[in-house]
């Protein structure tokens, strides 16, 4: 509701209780309230308006005014549910890897490239979740955190091949191809490096659900909006830390295997299998290898939180960002880097400013 309609009621409550009504009838708490009217685009101007200090206190009149809706019965548990997100992971390592390992066989012609980005492609449809199911905390008052009106749920199997599934699978393609397709350099290297990377989108897959998970159950906890924030404050970066350390430990395997099965010429240095696999890639490597991450992982928090949009632009910005230093000569590490990097932190603020919202998780 705009804010100059409320100024201009003799109540400006009961216009935004008029505007909202269904939210108040269906929310088990302020909280609720609190997180639907800041994401209709309603602020602090709002309540002053309506004669509060904050949204929450705004929330807490709308929730004593307006009377609950009986909630409606429970649905029987669904079996597998528990299992969902560990599949999902599954499968979006089952997915990435083999078009990385098909493209790095068979080499970086277009008949190869492209029936391999097809499963990249369709990647984020496949692996997204059906229906969002209800809150961890509140089994039995499925509309604790039902959509707000006018949101849209989550899509059915049929509908999952939307615009921003299909953009931000382009993007995972181009991100993970493009390493490959660009010669020169150290091939068996890179070839390490991009598998790595791949079968970790399993590991950016369970990241981000995890993390709606947490959003969800802080959801039915906390009491109030700022509460709220300072729960998920420290929940953002841990999701984003383990899914690098899980990275980490895949491409240090795979440079294990690498030292093995490719050595370098020449004499050996000693120091056993572990110092072979860490001296095979360099700092600029390990430093491309997290942007890499970075740039997995922060397109699917978006995405699993709603902002699909987002997360499709995200994700291909990484890689056309990358795109511009490789056509000016740079090399892989240093384009992704460069340009990558780039767009890695911007996404990793625009995240950290809005999926700490009580908005994203309902």
């Not at 490719?262 to 360099?282: C, D």
């Amino acid at each position: 509701m705009p804010g100059g309609a409320a100024a201009g009621s003799v109540d400006p409550v009961r216009e935004v209780m008029a505007e909202h009504r269904e939210l108040c009838e269906r929310a088990v708490d302020p909280l609720e309230i609190a997180a639907g009217l800041e994401e209709a685009g309603l602020g602090p101007d709002a309540a002053a308006r309506c004669r509060h200090t904050d949204l929450f206190s705004l929330a807490e009149e709308l929730y004593a005014r307006v009377p609950r809706r009986p909630p409606a019965a429970p649905d029987p548990p669904r079996p597998g549910r528990r299992g969902a997100a560990a599949r999902a992971a599954l499968t979006a390592a089952v997915l990435a890897a083999p078009p990385c390992a098909a493209v790095a066989a068979l080499g970086a012609r277009w008949p190869v490239l492209l029936p391999a980005a097809v499963p990249l492609v369709l990647l984020p449809a496949l692996t997204a979740p059906a229906e969002p199911g209800p809150p961890p905390t509140a089994p039995a008052r499925p509309d604790a955190l039902g959509p707000a009106p006018g949101r849209v749920p989550a899509p059915s199997a049929g509908s999952r091949l939307r615009p921003a599934a299909l953009g931000h699978g382009l993007g995972l393609a181009a991100l993970l191809l493009l390493p490959l397709a660009v010669p020169g350099g150290d091939r068996l290297l890179a070839v390490a490096l991009v598998l790595a990377a791949a079968v970790s989108a399993g590991s950016a897959e369970r990241a981000a659900r995890w993390y709606r998970q947490v959003g969800r159950s802080h959801l039915g906890a906390a009491r109030t909006l700022a509460g709220f924030r300072a729960r998920m404050r420290p929940v953002l970066p841990v999701a984003v830390a383990l899914h690098l350390a899980v990275l980490a430990v895949l491409t240090y395997a795979a440079l294990a295997v690498l030292a093995v099965v490719a050595p370098h010429p020449g004499p050996g240095h000693g120091g056993g299998l572990l110092h072979l696999a860490a001296e095979r890639a360099g700092p600029a490597q390990w430093a491309a290898q997290g942007v890499l991450g970075l740039l997995l992982v922060l397109p699917v928090l978006l995405a699993r939180c709603g902002r699909r949009t987002a997360a499709a632009l995200g994700a291909l910005a990484g890689p056309a960002a990358a795109a511009v230093p490789l056509a000016l000569g740079r090399s892989v590490p240093a384009a992704v880097l460069l340009g990558g990097g780039a767009v890695a932190a911007a996404l990793l603020a625009y995240a950290w400013a809005l999926l700490g919202r009580a908005d994203a998780h309902r």
